[in-house]
């Protein structure tokens, strides 16, 4: 079932149940995906750094290495290398899930992922597979810095071979990543710190959330929006203000920017004629870019405005909270881009 709801706030009253189904935090649901692909299937292991700490990177992973042993397990610092190993694991019919737990480190890994992963089924005529999942977490804010913020999705886009993946609620961060359990080459998971707390339906089941299907998350004439990961609320919570102003949003969010959906995308723009695009990585080289080229390519009478982009700007992150707060776009940003499509 396609739950298009929104993630409720973790303090909020309607915690675990929401119209009388169950509810999980983003964290939990990870969790939960991640024991159920170790319980059903022995070829699946997990590996990351600090994935058996106390605190199991940020609760995504707490208490799977009591329940599994030695299939959950430490690993070096050293990206690059266990890339490799666990990229040759699964050309040999293992299911390993490497967990980064910050992307900013993600391209240390990223010549095994490029060069090897990505291209091993291709290179070998189809005879080699290698089903890798790679979860990385997007950091951002409590200063952080430069180091500890990006967004680095954009990143690989322009390598055949990947898929990548920004699940926004509860709901999707469980299905797919049990989707992409079921792919056999490489996916790329992107998270976001800030979703972790926050809450939605989650059926208990295995379920799948297909890889390259967008979903409209709230339905508009006006003005579409194109928002990833955390920016789906922002755009959401847009949306409803600019409601009381008589504007009429469209939110769509494409859950993965590889395969990207641009029949959804375009289908939304073909009625609203505007396009607002968020995301959660610096303006230039974005999936938005994407979008735009592929709009303007297929057909450039669509758009009857300027398309506006919300994202970081071009710099790197500061470490003041005075900067930082000017450094990240908002809701604010999103009602400001709107109102100029429109203008």
Request: glycine share 8%; hydrophobic share 40%; net charge negative.
């Amino acid at each position: 079932m396609p739950w298009t709801a929104v993630c409720i706030s973790k303090d909020d009253s309607l915690r675990f149940e929401q119209d009388g189904h169950r509810c999980l935090s983003y964290v939990e649901a990870l969790n939960e995906a991640q024991r159920q692909a170790l319980d059903s299937d022995p070829e699946v292991f997990l590996i990351g750094e600090g994935i058996d700490d106390v605190g199991g990177v940020f609760g995504s992973t707490k208490g799977l290495k009591e329940a599994f042993g030695d299939r959950v397990m430490d690993m070096p610092i050293a990206e690059n290398g266990l890339t490799g190993v666990v990229s040759a694991a699964a050309g040999v019919g293992m299911k390993p899930v490497l967990v980064h737990m910050r992307a900013d480190f993600l391209p240390m890994s990223m010549d095994q992922l490029t060069n090897h992963a990505a291209k091993w089924h291709y290179m070998s005529g189809g005879q080699t597979s290698i089903p890798l999942v790679v979860r990385s977490i997007i950091g951002r804010g409590w200063g952080s810095a430069a180091q500890h913020s990006q967004g680095t999705h954009s990143m690989f886009l322009s390598t055949p071979g990947l898929k990548i993946a920004l699940p926004s609620t509860p709901y999707d961060a469980k299905g797919l990543f049990l989707s992409a359990m079921q792919d056999p080459n490489p996916v790329l998971i992107f998270e976001h710190r800030w979703l972790y707390d926050s809450v939605g339906p989650v059926p208990e089941e295995m379920y799948a959330v297909p890889l390259g299907e967008a979903i409209v998350r709230r339905k508009g004439s006006d003005v579409t929006i194109v928002a990833v990961s955390q920016t789906v609320q922002q755009a959401i919570q847009a949306a409803d203000t600019l409601a009381e102003k008589g504007i009429e949003v469209e939110v769509v969010d494409p859950r993965t920017i590889a395969p990207l959906d641009m029949k959804t995308i375009m289908e939304s723009v073909s009625k609203t004629g505007r396009l607002v695009i968020c995301d959660v990585s610096c303006k230039t080289g974005g999936y938005g870019a994407e979008i735009v080229c592929r709009l303007a390519e297929s057909d450039p009478a669509l758009l009857q405005a300027p398309v506006h982009r919300v994202s970081f700007p071009d710099l790197p992150t500061p470490n003041s909270p005075v900067l930082e707060e000017a450094y990240y776009p908002g809701v604010d940003d999103i009602i400001a881009a709107v109102e100029a499509a429109l203008s």
